[in-house]
């Protein structure tokens, strides 16, 4: 299993809504990462878990709240975003940080 | 300040040729440089990468150069296929960040 799982692929929320991405690899990486991307931009990153703790948060406003239960589950959960937020989330697992990143197809989050 | 650039947006090469998609960056601390290619709709897939103390990897029709004192590296596919037409992302590495460049759209014309 090489695959990186992102759900859910596609999320319209409205400002005042909470929500939650969930990203899950089974290939045994001890590192995890969070990634927003907007149209004909690059990723940016926004949080790195090593080892299930957090070790680098990118300066990301605490409306996006990181939370790694376990070795195979990186969670994003979302309150009271922008619309400037709406953007590609990508998910990301290493075998340790830094290393070679295997990306799930990413959330699509609109923020109406 | 963009530490990782990818100078040329998009690149269009007959099928067959040579695709060659460059990118510089800045910071003297990076000591791992990665490629990796985007298809719409889908997350980057890593593609090939390099480590400071080499000059160059080859796997299969990709090679990756790199030019640690001109700050250079690039990404060479030969011989170019339709299927190759996506978008290639430059991404460099320096302890836990992965900084990537803005990516230049490759079209590989049959």
């Known amino acids: 299993d090489t695959e990186v799982t992102q759900t859910p692929k596609h999320l319209v929320m409205g400002m005042t809504n909470k929500k939650s991405l969930k990203c899950e690899q089974h290939m045994g990486h001890r590192a995890m990462y969070w990634y927003k991307q907007k149209a004909k931009k690059p990723p940016e990153l926004m949080f790195v878990?090593?080892?299930?703790?957090?070790?680098i948060n990118e300066s990301v406003p605490s409306r996006f709240s990181p939370e790694c239960p376990n070795s195979s589950l990186l969670n994003l959960h979302l309150h009271a975003l922008q619309p400037e937020d709406s953007a590609l989330y990508l998910c990301a697992s290493s075998q340790v940080a830094p290393g070679e990143l295997f990306f799930g197809e990413g959330s699509r989050l609109t923020v109406l | 300040d963009q530490q990782v650039k990818q100078n040329s947006p998009s690149l269009s090469v007959q099928e067959g040729r040579i695709s060659i998609l460059n990118c510089d960056y800045t910071n003297s601390m990076f000591d791992y440089f990665l490629w990796y290619k985007k298809y719409p709709a889908e997350g980057p897939t890593f593609l090939i990468s390099i480590s400071s103390i080499k000059d160059k990897n080859e796997d299969g029709r990709f090679t990756v150069f790199l030019n640690k004192s001109a700050k250079h590296l690039s990404l060479h596919i030969v011989p170019s296929q339709p299927g190759d037409s996506a978008v290639y992302f430059c991404a460099a590495s320096a302890g836990n960040m992965l900084t990537f460049g803005g990516g230049t759209r490759l079209m590989v014309k049959p």
């Open positions: 878990y090593s080892y299930e703790k957090l070790s």
